[in-house]
């Protein structure tokens, strides 16, 4: 699909949502390690089958869309799972590279200022900051290693630059607040550097030397999509990974086990950093406008 198909896709997709009752967001929070763990934090409102919306590409159709309201304003929340589990963050070969980044760009399309994503990642290098099993990270700056971009084809796409901002993605403001309330909240939680691989693959004790001989703390699969539409739609993001060791016999079993440690963590900081998302988000509109 070119520029056209890709902005009529997105630009379809936001006024269906609005024609069929979704309130246009403030923020989105996108999230790699399930809807289920923040949902007392964030009631829905409003759901609805991404199946039922016009311009949804298929990796997204079988997803559904809650929508909370709150003083704080109208948040999306959508799980980050394209595809379906037999291909996991494997994009297929008919999909058009921008797939993977869709609701970034539908969310700015429809108002947003702002991106939360949650996802989990495992440590390299012998980084002391990043514990694994025991840390949350959040993600100062990023280095593409995945191979791939989801800005092919999207030179002349009227939903951003032809050369985002990449410095800026990553907010300050978002990330202060972040290690503030975790502080408050006595859970551990430092700032990163993180490796975007490709996936499905823990990566080898070469691979994971080489990324910290990179610069990098911290290896997150299938990262790259989110965090290069996010620059490209000009949302102010805050990446939050969950932190695990890949070292072991069984590092999948690890990373599940560490997972379920740090989901009350996670949870606590998503939901106490509801109103500075909802603040910046407002800024980065305010400053765009």
């Given at each position: 699909m070119g520029t056209d198909s890709f902005d009529d896709a997105i630009f379809a997709a936001s006024r269906h949502l609005r024609s069929l009752g979704a309130a246009d967001p403030d923020a989105l929070l996108l999230m790699g390690t399930g809807i289920g763990l923040v949902g007392a934090g964030y009631e829905a409102d409003f759901k609805l089958p991404l199946e039922d919306v016009e311009g949804v590409p298929n990796a997204w159709r079988h997803q559904i869309l809650q929508v909370a309201e709150s003083a704080s304003g109208v948040t999306w929340l959508l799980e980050d799972a394209a595809g379906t589990p037999e291909t996991g963050n494997a994009p297929t070969a008919d999909e058009a590279p921008w797939t993977r980044g869709f609701p970034c760009w539908l969310a700015a399309a429809s108002g947003a200022g702002a991106c939360l994503h949650t996802s989990g990642g495992y440590s390299v290098g012998e980084s002391p900051e990043t514990a694994p099993g025991e840390?949350?990270?959040?993600?100062?700056?990023?280095?593409?290693?995945?191979?791939?971009?989801?800005?092919?084809?999207?030179?002349?796409?009227?939903?951003?630059?032809l050369f985002p901002d990449q410095t800026r993605v990553h907010d300050a403001a978002l990330r202060e607040a972040a290690l503030g309330h975790a502080a408050s909240l006595g859970l551990p939680c430092v700032e990163a550097v993180v490796a975007c691989t490709a996936g499905p693959a823990i990566g080898t004790p070469a691979e994971r030397r080489f990324h910290a001989s990179a610069g990098a703390s911290v290896a997150v699969q299938g990262l790259a999509a989110p965090v290069i539409a996010c620059a490209h739609a000009g949302l102010a993001c805050l990446f939050v990974v969950a932190v695990?060791?890949?070292?072991?016999?069984?590092?999948?079993?690890?990373?599940?086990a560490a997972a379920d440690r740090l989901a009350p963590a996670l949870e606590d900081l998503v939901v106490a950093l509801r109103p500075d998302l909802a603040r910046v988000a407002r800024a980065r509109r305010e400053e765009c406008s």
């Open positions: 840390t949350l990270a959040v993600v100062s700056d990023h280095i593409n290693l995945s191979g791939t971009t989801p800005l092919l084809g999207l030179g002349e796409s009227r939903l951003g630059p695990i060791d890949p070292d072991g016999e069984s590092p999948l079993e690890a990373q599940l």
